[in-house]
């Protein structure tokens, strides 16, 4: 069964400092791979996906990950962090059996002045 | 782009009410989707529908039902609510083609539902 991982339930980090935030999945199989983030009382936006091709992915709002398949890792990075950016951040992958996703249980992105 | 609507932001019902919490999306999209959101435990899938008066269930749906009589509106209802489905509900759509699927996920804003 396919799976997801967010390594981290909260990551600080002081405003303009660099930020990773971790995922990793199991899978027999090929996926699709998404990041979305949801902001303070909001649903959920995308902010990248990794279908095929290059393996780093430029996002929404400066944000970028990067596919390694052979440490089935998708994190998502940024050089420079805002104030703005706070919010909580989900992983999820693609089932290929129907439409769903298998969501990550999400990271809390909490940037300090 | 595909814009998915809530009925609600907030709600505040009483312990056995019948709960409805409708979703509409607007762009013909097959797939609809209700998950419920709690702190720590990320999306968990109640039910979700690929197609009108199809449905299947997902994860936790004891104590839900879902109804999609219309493509564009997905419902769910909770039959007796109670305190332990206080939470954060998401709709969600995505798309099937006849050549490609795209799991991509359309949300709509949520609807926090408190149950006394």
């Known amino acids: 069964a396919q799976s997801v991982t967010q390594l981290d339930s909260q990551v600080p980090v002081f405003e303009e400092a660099p930020v990773e935030l971790r995922c990793n999945y199991s899978s027999s199989v090929s996926v699709y791979l998404f990041w979305y983030v949801q902001y303070p009382n909001q649903g959920l936006q995308l902010l990248l996906k990794?279908?095929?091709?290059s393996t780093l992915v430029k996002g929404i709002n400066g944000f970028e990950a990067e596919f390694n398949k052979s440490q089935t890792s998708f994190h998502l990075r940024k050089p420079s962090v805002h104030i703005s950016d706070t919010a909580e951040y989900f992983c999820?992958?693609?089932?290929?059996?129907?439409?769903?996703?298998?969501w990550g249980a999400g990271t809390k992105l909490i940037i300090k002045p | 782009d595909v814009k998915v609507t809530q009925s609600s932001r907030y709600l505040v019902k009483r312990t056995g009410e019948k709960v409805f919490l409708e979703c509409v999306q607007d762009?013909?999209?097959?797939?609809m989707f209700w998950y419920r959101q709690d702190p720590g435990l990320g999306l968990r899938l109640i039910y979700f529908s690929y197609d009108v008066k199809m449905k299947e269930k997902g994860d936790i749906p004891e104590g839900y039902s879902v109804s999609r009589e219309k493509k564009e509106r997905f419902s769910l209802i909770l039959e007796s609510a109670s305190t332990n489905q206080t939470s954060m509900y998401l709709c969600?759509?995505?798309?099937?083609?006849?050549?490609?699927?795209?799991?991509?996920?359309?949300f709509g804003p949520g609807t926090r539902l408190t149950v006394t």
């Open positions: 990794y279908l095929s091709g």
């Open positions: 969600a759509a995505s798309f099937t083609g006849s050549h490609t699927v795209s799991y991509e996920q359309y």
């Open positions: 762009m013909d999209h097959e797939n």
């Open positions: 999820a992958v693609s089932v290929w059996s129907n439409y769903q996703l298998i």
